[in-house]
């Protein structure tokens, strides 16, 4: 970094931030029921043009097509199962611009580790730079609170930390055959039955966004239904496709070059639900985003590509090859 970048980084930041914030009008609270905020979102084809294929006005309840898998030029990563794209988005307000950093892996070819750490003060202290060299893939997990990660937690087999409580929490479950899901309270509470012989590794998040054979939630279907749906931050989230791969989807704000990529702009609950449908997740979960999205992955060439938050976390997932 050259001298000086830094600071007209961050003075960039803090005008952009002030800019987009100066003159939004602070919205009545909503009514149970209201429509969703008025918002559409388009995407980029491979020749330059923009077409929509998301609008709250003909927001779908189930998800029965994957419009934007033709929008996706996938790469194969570092390791065998895993492959990794980018496609760029435009929506509303601060959305305006956006990258979506994609990967897709099968679980089956991976043993998953959920590294957890934390400073001598307590703070969390996980970010992707505490990545293990043998790791393909790593990415922040769940919501956490005063350095603890939130909910559920079992590594290895062993319950480290007992479930959290609410209606649109769910979990990320990888059994001991290598299949990974999408979980929600009842079967959480199913799986605990058995004794947990059927879970090797698992974590907690919220909101569950896709349920079933693709169904948005109803909390996300409208507003005043306990869920903030107007609210735009960076996402981070996790899929389950039909043929029980996984996907995850990370936004980056792209309007003015990779200075600004981490801001937490982006897109609302309600938008991440549908671009996890229109990709063909039948399931999803957000992930703890805004200022602690992060990423990381080998390329095919070996080279470490990185998506960097600008906060640490508790606790991380690490997808490291057979």
Known sequence: MTPGTGLRAAATTTFVAAALAFG??????????????????RV????????????????????TS??????????????????????????????????VVLVRLDPTRFRFDLPRRAARDGRAAWTIDSTSAEAALSLNTGQFKRGVPWGWI??????????????????LVVDTSGRASIVRPAGIAALRAQGGAAVRDAFQ??????????????SLRAAGRGVDVAHRDARLAVGELADGRLLVALT??????????????????????????????????LLDGGT??????????GVRRSWKGLRAVPLGLEAIPR
């Open 205 to 218: 998040s919220y909101p569950v966004a896709l349920v079933g054979d693709g169904e948005v939630v109803a």
């Open 292 to 301: 602690s999205a992060q990423l990381t992955l080998r390329d095919a060439a």
């Open 66 to 99: 994957a419009p934007l898998a033709d929008a996706v030029a996938w790469e194969p990563a570092g390791a065998p199962g895993l492959e990794w794209a980018t496609i760029r988005i435009a929506g509303s307000g601060e959305a305006w611009r956006l990258r």
């Open 44 to 63: 980029q084809d491979a020749g330059g043009e923009w077409r929509e294929w998301w609008s709250s006005d003909r927001a779908p309840a189930r998800w």
């Open 154 to 171: 079992v590594r290895d087999g062993r319950e480290v930390q007992p479930p959290g409580r609410g209606p649109l929490a769910a979990a």
């Open 24 to 41: 939004t009008p602070q919205a009545a609270a909503p009514r149970r029921d209201d429509p969703l905020p008025r918002s559409s979102l």
């Open 252 to 285: 980056r704000f792209d309007a003015v070059g990779e200075a600004l990529q981490s801001l937490p702009f982006g897109l609302t609950t309600p938008e991440t639900a549908a671009l996890m449908g229109a990709l063909g997740a039948r399931r999803a979960l």
